[in-house]
């Protein structure tokens, strides 16, 4: 699925966006007959509303969409996209009615409406074609789009059909798309190449767990991407659940949102250098799994205590972040959908993440809004450090007492990120119910923010 503007016709509708508190003062400068239609089909300009107006002929010569009032649109991420939804099928130009600092996200917004996870059975999108508005940064704002797209295609795909083998698929297929490198250490080779904590999560599957390890760039900061690829999480011999295992297809929605990221730098030629690194798992239950009460060594030489197999994805992501530090990186930045305490402490529509470095806190804190992606800043907490350390070995895993999960989930991560630039995002990487512009289902959390924040952050 490619999501796209449609190129400019001479046929295509003008189409009028009109806030609630402006349609009176709209209405004043229109002819009667159109007065009189639009007090006769009930039009307040509420948001989502849509009406087509007839000219003299009885054909549709101009569309109107209802944007609600301030205090309404800012309950909304995309307000516009409410009524791309509800036009019927056809051409738009926006002809009128969006702001000039609001127009690139509200047409992200309408590109977004077409998207819809169809691989299974029959879903319906809009059908409403937007012309790209004079002035926007049409090539960017379609990267952005089908970026999203595939972190969505990724999320949703269930486990059958998106497990470590299919996930490094996707991988190879974005390299060979940006001409990047792709290097996979599998099964055994992570033993032998000092993956050991990689290789214990997902030994238990039926396809070998795996690093995946993508560069693109030749010249310029280097950055590296973290992604939690936990393809199917049963929670291992701690079993989940029923009700806690049902979306845990999103359990590699860490390395679905990094490989989206990596397609908006690669597709808008960043000039930095890229590396992406996932961890492809799947935790499972077999004999040959790893237990509660077992010592892991790290590649980084850190011993981890393992009070709970649910705590995983920390794990995996502890050994690519090893690799990450030894590679002299300008930054690294992990994502995951690591801790159900993130989801307590912010809800699934915020993006918490972590970082000691106020400056990228702050560039990324500012790139959120206007990126339709909004973040929050949780603390590296210091005096929790010692709730990570038993006694037994360096680290524990999982820490008895069930506070501040997400924090001390961070500040485990942090121990492996060594001396590099680091940010950790833990992300829900879902979408609740539907709303405007964002489907049911798989979410890019993050990625937009960090890419506005990026030429800051990096100085490119």
Not at 278 to 292: L, M, Q, T
Not at 365 to 382: E, K, L, N, Y
């Amino acid at each position: 699925m490619t999501l796209s503007f449609v190129p400019p016709t001479d046929l295509s509708m003008p189409l009028h966006v009109i806030a609630q508190p402006d349609l009176e003062g709209w209405l004043q400068n229109q002819p009667e007959s159109v007065q009189s239609w639009i007090a006769a089909n009930g039009f307040t300009g509420a948001m989502g509303q849509v009406l087509l107006v007839p000219g003299a002929d009885g054909a549709a010569e101009m569309a109107l969409a209802g944007y609600g009032s301030e205090a309404k649109r800012a309950r909304k991420r995309f307000p516009l996209a409410a009524a791309a939804e509800a036009l019927p099928e056809g051409t738009y130009h926006i002809a009128s009615g969006v702001s000039e600092d609001q127009l690139e996200t509200e047409c992200l917004g309408w590109l977004m409406t077409g998207y819809a996870f169809d691989r299974y059975a029959t879903q319906s999108a809009s059908t409403a074609g937007l012309v790209a508005p004079e002035g926007i940064d049409a090539r960017r704002i379609e990267t952005l789009a089908n970026a999203e797209a595939l972190t969505r295609d990724l999320i949703n795909t269930p486990a059958s059909d998106m497990g470590p083998d299919q996930l490094q698929v996707a991988v190879e297929a974005l390299a060979d798309e940006f001409g990047a490198t792709c290097n996979v250490i599998r099964g055994q080779a992570l033993l032998d190449q000092n993956f050991p904590m990689i290789h214990a999560v997902g030994r238990s599957a039926t396809q070998a767990p795996r690093l995946i390890d993508m560069c693109w760039g030749a010249s310029g900061p280097k950055l590296t991407l973290v992604g939690k690829g936990v393809c199917f999480d049963t929670g291992g011999l701690n079993l989940k659940p029923g009700a806690s295992m049902g979306l845990m297809k999103k359990d590699m929605g860490g390395a679905a949102n990094v490989l989206g990221l990596a397609r908006m730098i690669m597709a808008l030629e960043l000039p930095l250098q890229l590396r992406v690194l996932i961890p492809a798992v799947e935790n499972s239950v077999a004999g040959d799994a790893f237990r509660p009460g077992d010592i892991l060594t790290s590649r980084k030489g850190l011993t981890v205590e393992i009070n709970n197999t649910d705590a995983e994805g920390r794990l995996v992501l502890a050994d690519a972040l090893t690799l990450a530090d030894e590679g002299q990186t300008d930054l690294v930045i992990s994502m995951a959908t690591l801790t159900g305490a993130a989801r307590v402490a912010v809800g699934p529509d915020l993006a918490p993440f972590y970082t000691d470095d106020d400056a990228v806190a702050g560039a990324l804190s500012q790139a959120g809004t206007p990126a339709a992606d909004p973040v929050w800043r949780m603390p590296f907490h210091h005096p929790y450090e010692a709730m990570i350390e038993p006694g037994i070995a360096d680290l524990d895993n999982a820490p008895s007492g069930g506070f501040a999960g997400s924090i001390t989930a961070a500040l485990f991560l942090r121990r492996f990120a060594g001396d590099s630039r680091y940010m950790h995002f833990d992300i829900y990487a879902w979408q609740p119910s539907k709303a405007p512009g964002r489907s049911k289902g798989g979410l890019g959390q993050g990625p937009r923010a960090i890419l506005t924040a990026l030429p800051e952050i990096l100085g490119l």
